[in-house]
């Protein structure tokens, strides 16, 4: 039986590859695990009643899009936190981000541009949902460093005009996962401007936008209203697995033009998994609540500066603007996780399982990615342990 060539050469997941490389191997000490994204704070007190208030909705088919209670929610949570208004129609709930990032790209992406095969870009390092999307409309997923040098952001108006004219799409993600950089209002107008000279959409990932230092990144939302950009050339990605300590929930969504919302929702109609009516009932009271989301907001920025005390005068090292990991460098990724394990049990991600060899780099293969998401305690603990063991 002959299969499809174009995830040929795509690599394993970044977890079963990070299985393989340490599972053999005997940790050194009590495991502390600072890899996966999973938030541990406290999920919010009333998810058990409103799920329990609603259990015979397990009994029918849910709404496709989102009950309309629940988009009026998310509608108003956007007005609160970018000052915008959108409709019911420029909205659509998710089972998560990734299936509402992967998706999009099938719905808008044309099968080619100017006549030549499209191109989407995509910073490096990155999700790896943007590559395999990419791969899945047969365009040409293009990895575009996003490293110290640019501030840890893409810089996409680098790249060669005859490059971005065969672009239809430009994932971003602010705060960036891993490096926690964010994409200032500067970056959004400039990327707006690039977008509409040479004619593609944005998809701006904005799951960790609630998790940030000093201030709430701004979104790409607010500088489409404020620079009167067309609607269409934006698509805003949302998820209450980390504002909302919810990452089993699966419940996110995304802000469209009215055009593009009209085709993703003929695409989810035939190819989606609606979110089941009693989450989407919590997803409700989550949008509408706050409180929860500052508690846990607090949580993590104790933990950024336990990291920059640690860390303090560490050649390298840079304190996440929002998001919840370190970016941390070293002399080599696989070879820090490896000693990590067997000398302390501290297990950690390499850098190079989140980005690709492009031009004959990997940008992140001198990195470690460390989440910050156990509890305070534990992550003081698996940090001291990591820098007397790396940096000692």
């Keep these: 039986m002959a299969f499809p060539e174009r995830f040929s050469n795509l690599p394993d997941y970044a977890f079963p590859r990070l299985?393989?490389?340490?599972?053999?191997?005997?940790?050194?000490?009590?495991?502390?695990?600072?890899?996966?994204?999973?938030?541990?704070?406290?999920?919010?007190?009333?998810?058990?009643?409103?799920l329990a208030a609603n259990l015979a909705g397990f009994g029918v088919y849910p709404p496709n899009d989102g009950t309309p209670e629940l988009l009026d929610n998310i509608a108003a949570w956007v007005q609160r936190r970018y000052g915008v208004a959108l409709g019911q129609e420029r909205l659509m709930v998710l089972n998560g981000t990734r299936e509402g990032l992967f998706n999009a790209l099938i719905a808008?992406?044309?099968?080619?541009?100017?006549?030549?095969?499209?191109?989407?870009?995509?910073?490096?390092?990155?999700?790896?949902?943007?590559?395999?999307?990419?791969?899945?409309?047969g365009a040409e997923p293009v990895y575009v460093p996003a490293t110290a040098a640019t501030g840890h952001l893409p810089d996409y108006a680098s790249l060669p005009p005859d490059l971005l004219d065969r672009v239809t799409v430009a994932y971003i993600c602010s705060p960036a996962n891993p490096q926690g950089a964010v994409a200032s209002r500067d970056y959004w107008k400039t990327l707006l401007a690039l977008a509409e000279k040479h004619d593609f959409q944005i998809f701006a990932d904005?799951?960790?936008?609630?998790?940030?230092?000093?201030?709430?990144?701004?979104?790409?939302?607010?500088?489409?209203?404020?620079?009167?950009?067309?609607?269409?050339?934006?698509?805003?990605?949302?998820?209450?697995?980390?504002?909302?300590?919810?990452?089993?929930?699966?419940?996110?969504?995304?802000?469209?033009?009215?055009?593009?919302?009209?085709?993703?929702?003929?695409?989810?109609a035939f190819a989606g998994a609606p979110l089941p009516l009693p989450l989407q009932r919590v997803a409700e009271a989550a949008w509408a609540d706050e409180a929860h989301v500052?508690?846990?907001?607090?949580?993590?920025?104790?933990?950024?500066?336990?990291?920059?005390?640690?860390?303090?005068?560490?050649?390298?090292?840079?304190?996440p603007e929002g998001g919840f990991f370190l970016w941390l460098p070293v002399e080599d990724g696989e070879a820090a996780a490896v000693r990590l394990w067997t000398q302390t049990g501290v297990r950690v991600l390499p850098g190079a399982y989140l980005s690709r060899e492009a031009g004959g780099e990997n940008p992140g293969a001198a990195y470690i990615r460390v989440a910050l998401v156990a509890p305070k305690d534990e992550t003081q603990r698996g940090l001291i342990k990591l820098r007397d063991c790396i940096y000692g």
């Design 19 to 50: 299985r393989k490389l340490l599972d053999h191997l005997t940790p050194g000490g009590d495991p502390v695990a600072m890899t996966i994204g999973e938030p541990k704070h406290a999920m919010p007190d009333f998810v058990g009643p409103v």
């Design 206 to 268: 904005e799951c960790y936008s609630e998790i940030w230092r000093t201030a709430p990144p701004p979104g790409i939302l607010e500088v489409v209203q404020e620079v009167g950009a067309d609607p269409e050339r934006v698509l805003a990605f949302h998820s209450l697995s980390k504002r909302s300590n919810l990452p089993g929930l699966r419940s996110g969504f995304v802000a469209a033009g009215p055009q593009s919302m009209i085709r993703l929702r003929k695409l989810r």
């Design 108 to 137: 808008l992406s044309p099968e080619t541009k100017g006549g030549k095969p499209p191109a989407v870009l995509m910073p490096n390092p990155f999700y790896q949902v943007y590559a395999v999307a990419a791969l899945t409309i």
């Design 294 to 319: 500052t508690a846990s907001r607090a949580l993590y920025q104790e933990k950024f500066a336990l990291a920059d005390q640690i860390f303090a005068g560490m050649q390298g090292y840079q304190s």
